[in-house]
């Protein structure tokens, strides 16, 4: 009895030996999607959580279905009024087919980065230097439009793209900064013609009081010499004019002083 009970137990230590070996369980993370063939044919797509697979036959592939960055180098491209320009894109993206991404593009980060080169050299030709200098931002959103019917055929969802750096070679960087200097020269210029227009107008305005009322241009005299000091002013009377005695300390009137000779 003894003997069987010992050959039982032998017999279930070597069946769980067994199972273990042909039988793994798994774990896939919440950020990871598995692709799992059998026989070196694929069968299906793995979810988040516990599995357990047959190893003589199964095989399970990983990716990471997280957002990935992907950086395009400083290209050089010409735009539309002939320019040369140097871009550099920064770009993110996530692998949304997986079937698609991993069985049927051999390397779908290099397609991409492929295609992200065509559509940008294609965005590019189509505007001038200049708009590309001020309009950044509208040129990403444009590159995205344009590029992401291309990278869902890869089984990839392109996420944001952005101009990162837009570099110009040393002479059309010179000619840049003469235009621009020639550009607020001529608003300088504009706004001192301005300035002196305006004060033409003024000017014409206060000659125009003058001659309609002369005594305001005696009140102006007077309010510029009374702002100023250290100088003698003589005050003409007319012959007409009536002398009023000056009364002295005493109440008798003082006689007029005679004029300096």
Do not use: C
Request: no cysteine.
């Amino acid at each position: 009895m003894e003997g069987l009970i010992f050959y039982i137990a032998v017999g279930i230590v070597v069946l769980l030996l067994a199972f273990f070996q042909l039988f793994r369980r798994i774990t896939i993370f919440e950020y990871q999607r598995a692709l799992r063939y059998r026989n070196g044919r694929y069968v299906g797509l793995l979810e988040p959580g516990r599995h357990w697979i047959y190893l003589p036959s199964t095989t399970i592939t990983r990716i990471d279905a997280r957002e990935m960055t992907l950086a395009v180098p400083g290209q050089e491209l010409v735009g539309a009024d002939g320019v040369s320009v140097k871009l550099s894109l920064a770009g993110r993206y996530r692998i949304a087919d997986p079937d698609r991404a991993i069985n049927r593009i051999a390397n779908f980060t290099a397609t991409l980065y492929s295609e992200l080169q065509i559509a940008l050299r294609e965005v590019i030709s189509g505007h001038p230097v200049e708009e590309l200098l001020q309009q950044r931002m509208a040129i990403g959103t444009e590159l995205l439009a344009r590029a992401s019917g291309p990278a869902k055929e890869l089984g990839v969802e392109l996420i944001s793209l952005d101009v990162k750096d837009v570099m110009l070679p040393a002479t059309t960087k010179r000619i840049f900064a003469q235009v621009v200097e020639a550009r607020q020269q001529g608003l300088a210029a504009l706004e001192k013609a301005r300035g002196e227009t305006a004060a033409l107008r003024n000017l014409a305005n206060a000659a125009r009081l003058v001659e309609e009322r002369p005594a305001l241009m005696q009140l102006r005299w007077l309010q510029q010499v009374g702002s100023s000091t250290g100088n003698t002013v003589v005050l003409g009377m007319p012959p007409s004019a009536t002398v009023v005695p000056i009364r002295g300390t005493d109440g008798a009137a003082e006689p007029p002083k005679p004029e300096d000779e």
